[in-house]
């Protein structure tokens, strides 16, 4: 069953907890420590560890699965990783859209059918203005050069895209309700901002039209990751 793109009812439903942590033992602690989370990002640090274990612990508790696996190659490669990742049934699952749109397709022709939607990751949330300009040598503004990705993914057939929640407005109002933003780079008010250089804070993510906010350090890091969540959760 394809997911909701839009969870109206409650604000707790649209975020997604990113469980960067190394093992699947510490990702299970931190599930059963949070039952209220009903969607978890399963990212590369946590997959290279242990691969599928956690995504089948995950289904064991009827979770929701973001698999950010950010793949990123030639069409037949990242196809094929895409039709072997449907197995799992995550209902999210991540390529670059910087792939190019043969690849995109690629990947959208197999997964066509399976539960499994594709999300296409435009410009990382840690990049900024200036290192696109400087490191990246684009001349486009990040808003621009975000929204040619994700104008790409959508002529590509994908479900969604992954950018910070400052290029979720514009887009939203061009691409209309049907078109999935999940929007890392989501810091409430006062938290440490990390590497991430493009941010928001959870009320302002949702207000800028983004269907789901994925939120990592500022629970899972938490000294209290349940209080954490709960604070977040008011605060929507
Ligand atoms: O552009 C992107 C794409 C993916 N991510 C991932 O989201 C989480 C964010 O974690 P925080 O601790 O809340 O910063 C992390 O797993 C990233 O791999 C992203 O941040 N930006």
């Known amino acids: 069953m394809k997911i909701n793109l839009n969870p109206e009812t409650d604000p707790q439903s649209k975020i997604i907890v990113a469980m960067d942590v190394p093992s699947a033992t510490e990702a299970i602690n931190l599930c059963d420590r949070l039952p209220q989370v009903g ?29 950010d696996l950010k793949l990123h190659d030639i069409p037949n490669t990242v196809g094929s990783a895409c039709r072997v990742a449907t197995k ?13 749109s043969a690849m995109m397709r690629a990947a959208q022709a197999e997964v066509q059918g399976s539960s ?3 999300l ?7 990049i900024s203005a200036t290192e696109l ?7 486009l503004e990040v808003s621009e050069y975000v929204s040619k990705l994700v104008l790409l993914a959508q002529e590509s057939g994908l479900t969604g895209a992954v950018c910070s929640p400052h290029e979720v407005k514009n887009l939203r109002s061009q691409l209309g309700d049907d078109f999935c933003f999940v929007t890392p780079g989501v810091r409430p008010a006062g938290a440490a901002v990390g ?9 302002e993510a949702i207000a800028a039209g983004a269907n789901y906010l994925v939120i990592g350090r500022p629970i899972v890091a938490a000294p209290d990751p349940v209080a954490a969540w709960e604070k977040i959760c008011q605060e929507l």
């Open 116 to 118: 499994t939607q594709l």
């Open 120 to 126: 296409a990751v435009s410009l990382l949330t840690s």
């Open 88 to 100: 799992y049934g995550a209902d999210f699952l991540t390529i670059h859209a910087s792939g190019g």
């Open 39 to 67: 969607f978890w990002k399963v990212g590369l640090e946590l997959f290279i560890a242990d691969g599928s274990t956690i995504l089948r612990e995950l289904k064991a508790r009827d979770k929701k699965i973001f698999l």
């Open 133 to 139: 300009a400087t490191d990246l040598k684009v001349s």
């Open 195 to 203: 590497d991430q250089s493009r941010v928001m804070t959870p009320k």
